[in-house]
């Protein structure tokens, strides 16, 4: 009897391995905040077709430079992009435009740090990486925070297929498209 206990939970466990084996190499999304002005059409109008900034602080891979780690982001940033007709680029605008939208992704944040302080340009690091590939991502409006989340993998580079997979789930999440549900009292409600 144990035997064909043993024969019908055999595979089901080897599935479940394998299952939590995939899950495992697929990146953390954390939550995410969105300010009561955040519009999708906002970011569409001001992003389709333009080009968007993205100021990068921190190098989530030591054994790359900065610039080096920031060359091979960009285009795998690209390739996973919201939906607009945007172009990342690292280049601030020639003249600051107003309202300024920018997105800043600092790697290896220092638990402290909050989002409001990265629009207004103050950021910080932990002294020693946790994990491979940390990110704190913000979307600013001039010093206002628009949308952030937080983000990890256990990337080994910048062109780790990993990265990408990470990215296109980021930017769903950090500039939805869909109308956000705004909590607070439903009509007809009984108390």
Same mark, same amino acid.
């Given at each position: 009897m144990a035997r064909s206990q043993t024969r019908y939970w055999r595979p089901i466990l080897l599935l479940l391995a394998a299952v939590v084996s995939a899950c $495992?190499?697929?990146?953390?999304?954390?939550?995410? /905040? /969105? $300010?009561?002005?955040?519009?999708?059409?906002?970011?569409?109008?001001?992003?389709?077709g333009r080009n968007f900034q993205v100021i990068v602080s921190g190098n989530p891979f030591p054994n790359l430079s900065e610039a080096e780690f920031k060359r091979r982001l960009l285009p795998v940033m690209q390739a996973n992009k919201p939906r607009p007709n945007?172009?990342?680029? /690292?280049?601030?605008?020639?003249?600051?435009?107003?309202?300024? /939208?920018?997105?800043?992704?600092?790697?290896? $944040?220092?638990?402290?740090?909050?989002?409001?302080?990265?629009?207004?340009?103050?950021?910080?690091?932990?002294?020693?990486?946790?994990?491979?590939?940390?990110l704190f991502a913000v979307y600013?409006?001039?010093?206002?925070?628009?949308?952030?989340?937080? $983000?990890?993998?256990?990337?080994?580079?910048?062109?780790?297929?990993?990265?990408?997979?990470?990215?296109a789930q980021l930017f769903q999440v950090l500039f939805p498209d869909y109308a956000l549900m705004r909590r607070g009292p439903r009509p007809f409600v009984r108390w």
């Open positions: $495992a190499n697929v990146g953390v999304i954390g939550g995410a /905040y /969105y $300010a009561p002005e955040y519009s999708w059409s906002e970011f569409f109008a001001a992003t389709d945007l172009t990342f680029t /690292y280049e601030p605008p020639p003249e600051p435009p107003r309202p300024d /939208y920018r997105l800043v992704l600092v790697f290896n $944040a220092a638990n402290d740090l909050t989002a409001d302080r990265v629009c207004a340009g103050q950021v910080w690091h932990k002294p020693e990486a946790t994990r491979p590939f940390d600013c409006r001039n010093d206002q925070v628009m949308s952030y989340t937080t $983000a990890w993998t256990q990337a080994t580079g910048p062109d780790d297929p990993r990265v990408g997979q990470l990215f």
